[in-house]
């Protein structure tokens, strides 16, 4: 198949990528010259493990390729991928869907042959309608184009292994030559009963994307107020998850309590289901609450640091260690890391911080921030040191040398990498999240 990936962010470049691995023959496009000429030079615009090597591989091969020029790239496409970026709008929350209209249009003046348009990009339901229309006012549909929604499902940091072994692959479209179209690129992944080839309206895949989102967004906060009760009660919350996990029905991915969720999908996802509800007028109370309830949460992070420094944190050295949403990426987007800076900052605290990738983006929203080249120096006469981001090299710290290089031994794992024991045989006092105390 000959595949055109309009869009090289996360998204793009991952898919565009591992649709080469499997035989396919990819050019992924983007306006961003500079960009592209990084790419070209295998320079990846973002962290993501086994990506360089994986574009590295697929150039050399002669199967993947960039471009910013869209005409050329989508001449002989049999599909071409959207999969540029879906802000939520400044204002109101809504997706930004400029960037996907201007890229249908585009396309559309570019199109020479029959071929599927699929957006990858998470967009709300009816933007393939939209993205439809557009191809009628160019006369396309009735040249055999037709719109396909095909949402992802990748994680940044394992964005390549979540490509390979999907869980599902999810198709929305009622088209039955769109569908074979489809059914071929996704082929060498040898889809089954269990991780199968799910085919629906466009609306309903479209949906799912955003459903699937805001349940683990839910699941997420629903653990961590779950964790709140534990602290209160002298319970903990990691034994109730493994409890209430092992029940299938229930599951126990994403029941690990912690600072709260962050990064360029849960906030922005159900901020715009809510959009698409409110439009609608069928309220969706759980998903609101659990907005309001994760919002709140990253900063009560920062004021538990406090309560654990004694309830002030006045001229006091605090060292976080980790800043990024999660590990294995360097992206900062609504990391809880943000906000916890700021409650501590307005409480006068001196913050010092290392992260492993994610520093060069957070110096440019964080001030006044002393950034250290590893742990053990972020964590030098600190006051309180505050695991942030389960980063792997955060789980086999030498815990004796950080607090013996510490001024009151006092960590506070919003992790729970740490058990209490190994904590305290190195002198530490350890504030978990949902621990008993
Ligand atoms: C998420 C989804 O997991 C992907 O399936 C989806 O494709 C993607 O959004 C997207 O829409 O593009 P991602 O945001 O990369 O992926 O990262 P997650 O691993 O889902 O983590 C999100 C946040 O939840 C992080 O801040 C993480 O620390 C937090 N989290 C996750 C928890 O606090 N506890 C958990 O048990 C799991």
Redesign the pocket.
């Known amino acids: 198949m000959r595949i055109a990936m309009i869009g090289t962010g996360?998204?793009g470049l991952v898919s565009g990528a591992c649709f080469s691995d499997f035989g396919h023959q990819v050019v992924c496009v983007d306006k961003d010259v500079r960009k592209v000429q990084l790419l070209e030079k295998n320079v990846m615009p973002i962290f993501e493990p086994g990506l360089a090597e994986l574009v590295a591989n697929n150039v050399r091969a002669g199967r993947l390729s960039f471009t910013t020029d869209l005409a050329e790239g989508v001449r002989n496409a049999d599909a071409v991928f959207i999969a540029v970026g879906t802000p939520s709008r400044r204002g109101d929350g809504h997706a930004d869907l400029s960037y996907v209209f201007a890229a249908a249009r585009e396309i559309a003046e570019s199109i020479t042959k029959p071929c599927v348009i699929v957006t990858k990009s998470?967009v709300p339901v009816g933007t393939g309608d939209e993205v439809e229309r557009i191809l009628k006012e160019f006369s396309l549909l009735k040249q055999g184009v037709t719109v396909v929604s095909n949402?992802?499902?990748?994680?940044?940091?394992?964005?390549i292994e979540?490509f390979k072994r999907p869980d599902r692959v999810v198709v929305g479209t009622d088209d039955e030559a769109a569908r074979d179209i489809m059914r071929e690129i996704y082929r060498p992944l040898s889809l089954n009963q269990s991780a199968p080839l799910l085919f629906t309206s466009r609306r309903t895949s479209e949906l799912i994307?955003y459903a699937?989102?805001a349940f683990?967004?839910v699941?997420?906060t629903f653990?961590?107020e779950i964790a709140d009760l534990c602290e209160a009660v002298g319970a903990d919350v990691q034994e109730v998850s493994r409890g209430i996990g092992l029940d299938k029905r229930i599951g126990s991915?994403?029941?690990?309590?912690?600072?709260?969720?962050?990064?360029?999908?849960?906030p922005?996802?159900t901020l715009a289901l809510l959009k698409t509800a409110g439009d609608v007028e069928v309220p969706q109370r759980i998903v609101e609450a659990t907005v309001q309830v994760n919002e709140a949460r990253k900063r009560a992070m920062g004021r538990k640091v406090i309560k654990a420094l004694g309830g002030d944190a006045h001229g006091k050295n605090v060292a976080l260690l980790g800043l990024t949403?999660?590990p294995n990426?360097d992206?900062m987007r609504?990391?809880?890391s943000l906000a916890i800076v700021a409650a501590l900052q307005d409480a006068g605290a001196n913050v010092r911080a290392y992260d492993p990738e994610g520093m060069a983006h957070a110096e440019a929203l964080v001030q006044n921030v002393a950034f250290h080249p590893n742990p053990y120096a972020a964590a030098e006469n600190a006051d309180a040191i505050v695991i942030v981001?389960?980063w792997d090299e955060f789980r086999a710290l030498d815990l004796p040398r950080l607090a013996a290089g510490s001024r009151s031994a006092l960590l506070v794992d919003l992790?729970n990498i740490y058990p209490v024991g190994e904590a305290e045989r190195a002198g530490f006092k350890l504030v978990g999240v949902g621990k008993p105390r």
Not at 151 to 157: D, K, T
Not at 253 to 266: D, I, M, R, V
Request: contains cysteine.
């Open positions: 996360y998204v998470t949402p992802e499902f990748l994680r940044e940091g394992a964005a979540d994307k699937a989102n683990l967004a699941k997420i653990i961590n991915k994403f029941l690990h309590a912690g600072p709260g969720y962050g990064g360029s999908c849960f922005k996802d949403f999660k990426t992206d609504d990391a809880p981001t389960e992790r």
